[in-house]
Structures are given as C-alpha cells and as structure tokens.
C-alpha cells in the first residue's frame, strides 16, 4: 500500500519559471490538502479539496494553483515562481475533516526557487 | 489570531522522561493532535485528544485541558529513535487544522 506519493522529490527552479506537483494517494480518501513547511513556522495550509473535482484556498493560496480532476490525485501549479516559494511542499489525505480524521502525508517535496 | 505556542527545541537522556507542552488559542476547538515527524520525513500520526485527560499509547500519552487551552505530550523510556520534531496541532470551529511550528526533541545517550 502506497499510501500517499509525491513527485518530484527535489526540484530546482529559476524566478519566473512554472512547475506542477503531483500527489497521488490509493487509499480513497476524499480529501486532499497541499501544505508547505518553512523553518519556525507551523505547517500552513495552500489550498484543499473536499472531493473530485473541488477546490478551495487555504491560508496561503496566493501563487498557487490546484486541481483535482481525478478523486486520486491532487496537483498543485505554480505559475511563476518566485524565491519566497522556496520550501518543502507535503501533500496529505483523509476521508473526512470533523472528528479524529488523521491526516496522511506525503514524503514532501522540497522546492527551491533561485 | 489563532496561535499554537510550543518549546522551539528539548533535549533529554536516553531512557528518560520528556514532556512537550503546547498552549492555544484558536477560534472553537473540535480536538487536538500530535503528529511526530523526523528529519526530511513526513508527519505521522501519534495522538488525539478531544476530551479533558490523559491518553495512554504505549510509551506516549497525550493530555488535554481544553479550559487552560494546554495539552502536552508526555514521551516514557526515551530511545535514540525518539530524536523527531513534535506537532501540535488544534482543528478550529471550520474544521481547519492549525499547527504550531513544533517542537525538535535531541535525545542524548
């Protein structure tokens, strides 16, 4: 069971450039969340879905988009990158968002923008 | 603002005792987490406390007073593997999840 995999690992990039992050769980979960992780700062939230084909923002959305064409997978777009996006992106799923729903992340991509 | 306040960093010994503490203030309160993440890893999952009092899971419990806005996460017979950063996160009144920045745990022999 894979349970949550992200690609890229590791990506390069130089101001201005575009890139797509691909998440993609087995696990049938319903939702779907892309964070990232600076350093000193909580996890914080980019965007989410609540089922195929929705999206909503987060506390972080500008910069970013996503989509969730298929109930699997969960991209996330960077149009034109920037230095401030340089950070370690996790993507995590969970088959509901009240209650003791656990969050299953992602191993994490970590981006750096030059 | 929401707030999520925990230790920046800890250390202890080897086979000792820790307690990681995290204070909050958020907007409603429908539970908190702890996730344990090691270095260049993911978080995973460790407790869940929505409930006044303690949790006991093996070697980590997890304790809540919702009316001090305090929870802390209470590591027994400390290992070397231990060595990880320690989230706390609180979900709000929409659900959303709010994490503080986490706690990095250095476990010496």
């Known amino acids: 069971n894979a349970g949550v995999t992200q690609t890229p690992k590791f990506r390069v990039l130089k101001t201005g450039q575009s890139m797509t992050l691909l998440c993609a769980q087995d696990?049938?979960?319903?939702?779907m969340y892309w964070y990232r992780q600076d350093p000193g700062m909580g996890l914080r939230l980019i965007h989410y879905?609540?089922?195929?084909?929705?999206?909503a923002k987060g506390e972080v959305p500008d910069g970013y988009n996503v989509s969730r064409l298929k109930k699997q997978n969960f991209l996330l777009g960077l149009e034109s990158a920037a230095p401030s996006q340089t950070s370690v992106y996790f993507c995590?799923?969970?088959?509901?968002?009240?209650?003791?729903?656990?969050?299953?992340f992602g191993a994490g991509s970590r981006l750096t923008v030059l | 603002g929401q707030n999520i306040d925990q230790p920046t960093e800890m250390t202890a010994t080897e086979g000792a005792i820790v307690q990681i503490n995290c204070t909050y203030q958020?907007?409603?309160?429908?539970?908190l987490f702890w996730y344990q993440q090691h270095a260049g890893e993911a978080p995973t999952f460790l407790s869940y406390?929505?409930l006044d009092g303690l949790e006991e899971k093996g070697r980590f419990s997890s304790f809540l007073s919702r009316s001090k806005g305090y929870s802390y996460l209470l590591l027994k017979e400390l290992q070397m593997k231990d060595s990880a950063s320690y989230l706390c996160?609180?979900?709000?009144?929409?659900?959303?999840?709010?994490w503080g920045a986490g706690t990095k745990l250095i476990i010496k022999p």
């Open positions: 995590a799923s969970s088959t509901g968002s009240s209650g003791a729903n656990v969050l299953t």
């Open positions: 996160a609180v979900k709000d009144s929409n659900y959303q999840l709010i």
């Open positions: 696990m049938n979960h319903e939702y």
């Open positions: 406390n929505v």
């Open positions: 879905s609540v089922g195929e084909g929705t999206t």
């Open positions: 958020t907007s409603g309160f429908n539970g």
